[in-house]
């Protein structure tokens, strides 16, 4: 029991501090990349915080296998230098007897990475999608920001809007570049206000001056209006129905129809799971430090080989999707073969073999026994 308590509390407090280190860092990454997202008009700035939450929660499953995967490596490596490791094994507790007490502190977690890989990611890529969804579906007025240049949803079309009115109905100093029917018109007014007729809306511009020019000529026509009206659009949400991304479908589907790109999804899933419990065995085989030296290179080579099982994944994501490897043998070939290894580098090291004692052949007669 004391050995169980012992490393059960010092995993948990490694696990929890490399877990608030990742989700920080984490956290930021994703801040950038949705107010990124914002700016090119890609996601509604009022919804930035939830597109980072969201976009978090779907990245949980590699965070928390890669603090686990750490937490373990980095406190077996410290009981390496500071010479605990030492008393255990002369008390009779193999290496291969800490895989218990690893599991017996792993398994929530490897259920909530398998939870999160197979159910919270197509679910937290949906809510984003759909967000995405209804921001681009807005009609072109509603797309405009004040002070900032916005395209159209249809590309055709740039707006401008100098300063808006408290009720979002009146605008500014109004610039309007359209390319439509073989001609270019740039439309600029002092005044500009929505108005409904139906289920059409119009935008209202008033003391204003259009420019008109026909692609490829150089004549220009040029009109000043008191009043000129433009149709903007509807003002419905579901006027296009948006197919939603692979990533997004459940994982129930992808399994009812197992196609080679829902295979490939299915084996990226299904790999974060299998990679979460596969590296509790690694990090027990490649802890082993020597007490004369640092831990830095077991910490680097850990956060290779995670690099490289997660390229690996993948790319075979990728190859499945293409039909290039079946769906069964890569993932019995990558998850079971990087299991085989990390149980036959478990076993070297508990038994302490080495290659000479492999290349080495045992006597056959007590002739060869040499006294």
């Known amino acids: 029991m004391l050995f169980h308590s012992s490393i059960s509390k010092e995993l948990a407090r490694s696990f929890g501090a490399t877990l608030v280190v990742l989700v920080t860092v984490v956290m930021t990454m994703m801040l950038i990349r949705s107010l990124g997202q914002a700016s090119r008009g890609s996601v509604n700035p009022s919804e930035v915080m939830m597109v980072m939450g969201y976009s978090v929660l779907g990245h949980l499953p590699t965070i928390l296998t890669l603090s686990l995967y750490v937490a373990i490596v980095a406190t077996l490596s410290r009981m390496y230098s500071d010479s605990e490791m030492v008393i255990w094994f002369s008390s009779g507790l193999g290496l291969t007897g800490f895989l218990r007490p690893l599991f017996r502190f792993s398994w929530p977690i490897l ?55 408290r009720d979002s109905g009146t605008g500014k100093n109004i610039f309007i570049s359209a390319t439509e029917h073989g001609k270019e018109t740039v439309t600029s007014a002092r005044d500009g206000r929505i108005q409904t007729v139906g289920e059409d809306r119009f935008l209202v511009l008033s003391h204003g001056q259009r420019i008109e020019t026909a692609i490829g000529r150089t004549d220009l026509k040029v009109s000043e209006f008191e009043e000129y009206s433009t149709r903007i659009g509807h003002d419905t949400l579901d006027q296009a129905v948006i197919v939603p991304p692979r990533a997004a479908i459940d994982t129930l589907v992808l399994v009812r129809a197992p196609n080679h790109p829902n295979q490939g999804e299915l084996a990226w899933r299904l790999g ?17 430090v020597n007490p004369r030296a640092g831990r830095s290179g077991n910490l680097l080579f850990a956060l290779f080989s995670f690099v490289v099982y997660y390229n690996l994944i993948n790319l075979g994501q990728s190859w499945i999707e293409t039909g290039q490897a079946p769906f069964a043998g890569f993932m019995f070939a990558l998850h079971g073969g990087v299991l085989g290894l990390a149980l036959l580098g478990l076993t070297k090291r508990h038994n302490q073999w080495s290659w000479r004692d492999l290349r080495s052949k045992p006597p056959t007669s007590p002739a060869e026994i040499k006294p």
């Not at 974060?272 to 082993?288: D, E, G, P, R």
């Open 272 to 288: 974060l799971a299998f990679a979460a419990l596969n590296f509790v065995v690694i990090a027990l085989a490649v802890s082993s």
């Open 111 to 165: 259920l909530v990475i398998a939870v999160l890989a197979l159910a919270v990611w197509p679910w937290s890529n949906r809510q984003i999608q759909d967000m995405k969804g209804r921001f681009e579906r807005r009609s072109d007025i509603e797309r405009v920001s004040p002070g900032l240049f916005q395209e159209s949803a249809s590309g055709d079309r740039v707006f401008f809007i100098d300063k808006d009115s």
